[in-house]
């Protein structure tokens, strides 16, 4: 059996933006580590070899030619890239690796994630069924968040692919788009369960004695409840609690607004700018913080300090308004953090057993939630032992295992959809190209 996975984001610094991200490479990781042969499909960086073995993955570097034009990251001239990917990317992943591989008497599955990918999906249905293979292959598109399901064409991705989702938060969102989707839920790596250093984590905790250490890890965007998480570190200094809370968002603007909040509750603010964030890095960003209400990490968080940051901490603000899955949340369970998520897509939480359930945007919740499990002796610690028990239920190989390889049974819808329009976008030129010519001339990255 091969495994294609179809992604815009991928293991390079320039394709990495989210929990995508984290997701792909988690999966390739366990599915290389099972035996299989294993390819990622991503728009890497533009400078990076068009195709390279690695850890026994095939990472194929897609849209370099574009991205050499768009600096900015993975999402940087999204549209053309999204036509390109779709045009170019199926006949060649047919006639290089799929087509042989079929001919010999293989199977494949081949599972896209995201609305930019939903076109490629469908090209490549179309061509497995022009040439008689398509019952060789399962087609799979994931849907790991509702961004962009305005561009997706439903009715035709239904037909061509067996459509997934990560919970059941999300399972409910589709079915009022006429979609009944699987759940996959995602998973954590193996190095997601280390134990962080126990010589930096006493240094930490060191280093914040006397604070109520409180951290979040997510986007800067309302979804996210920072708002919520900046009000109760107000609440718990107006009550005298000496909190802290240690920040890591992105690049957004919403950020700006944020701090902006935090004078208006009286907070203390510190941009902590760093060129990396490794241990060393995190313990010195964390110097000097008397006086220091909100520590705001301005540089990527490596997994190593992040998991002593989830460790460390206690508690993490892992909830959200809207929240497909919740990973930062799972990722603090599973170093035995304390985390306090929202209700939507967490579907591993049990409220008050393995982690605080949030469900309002009144910082007293967190406060009345925190305060009785410390009033119950012994409850904290449980708490953290039955988080790290769950999480374990999560670990990539188990959710393949358990969840993901037994649902693969080489099923494929009756009807060839492509070609077909692609929505609307700014790129008009590169929509009418695609239009013209649905398999475009194969054109690797790599090559050139």
């Known amino acids: 059996m091969q495994f294609h996975l179809l992604s815009f984001e991928g293991p390079d610094a320039y394709a990495t933006v989210g929990g995508l991200a984290s997701r792909v490479n988690g999966l390739t990781g366990a599915l290389a580590g099972l035996g299989f042969e294993t390819h990622l499909w991503y728009v890497g ?23 050499r034009y768009h600096p900015g990251g993975v999402y940087d001239g999204e549209w053309g890239k999204q036509s390109d990917y779709a045009g170019s990317l199926p006949p060649y992943l047919l006639q290089e690796i799929l087509g042989p591989h079929l001919s010999a008497g293989g199977r494949a599955v081949v599972m896209a994630e995201e609305w930019q990918t939903a076109h490629a999906i469908l090209h490549l249905d179309f061509l497995l069924r022009r040439l008689g293979r398509r019952r060789r292959v399962e087609l799979l598109w994931n849907a790991n968040n509702t961004y962009g399901f305005e561009r997706v064409p439903w009715g035709r991705l239904r037909q061509a692919s067996r459509v997934t989702t990560v919970s059941r938060y999300m399972k409910q969102r589709m079915q009022a788009l006429g979609v009944d989707a699987l759940v996959i839920p ?40 920072w708002s919520t998480a900046l009000g109760t570190v107000a609440e718990l200094k107006r009550l005298g609690w000496r909190p802290l809370l240690v920040a890591r968002g992105g690049g957004e603007p919403y950020g700006a607004e944020m701090r902006a909040l935090a004078r208006q509750l009286g907070l203390r603010w510190s941009d902590r700018a760093l060129d990396a964030c490794g241990i060393p890095q995190l313990l010195a960003a964390l110097g000097g913080v008397e006086d220091v209400d909100v520590v705001n990490l301005c540089a990527h968080v490596a997994p190593a300090p992040r998991r002593l940051l989830l460790r460390g901490a206690d508690a993490v603000l892992a909830n959200s308004a809207h929240e497909p899955f919740g990973l930062v949340g799972l990722e603090a369970m599973a170093v035995g953090g304390l985390a306090c998520t929202g209700c939507s897509g967490e579907d591993y939480v049990l409220p008050g057993q393995n982690a605080l359930m949030l469900e309002t945007d009144d910082p007293a919740e967190f406060l009345h939630l925190y305060r009785a499990l410390l009033a119950k002796p012994g409850a904290e610690p449980a708490l953290r032992r039955a988080a790290r028990w769950t999480a374990k239920r999560f670990a990539w190989r188990e959710v393949l295992g358990r969840i993901f390889l037994p649902r693969l049974d080489g099923s494929a819808p009756a009807t060839p959809l492509w070609p077909l329009k692609i929505a609307p976008g700014p790129d008009h030129a590169a929509r009418r190209a695609l239009r013209a010519h649905p398999a475009l001339p194969l054109r690797h990255a790599g090559a050139g």
């Open 186 to 225: 995602n998973g954590l790596p193996p190095d997601a369960f280390e134990d962080p250093d126990p010589v930096a984590l006493r240094a930490l905790r060191a280093r914040l004695r006397d604070r109520t250490v409180l951290a979040k890890v997510a986007r800067w965007h309302p979804d996210k409840r």
């Open 45 to 67: 960086e533009p400078e990076g070899p068009g195709h390279e073995l690695r850890d026994g993955i095939h990472y194929h570097r897609w849209c370099q030619w574009i991205s």
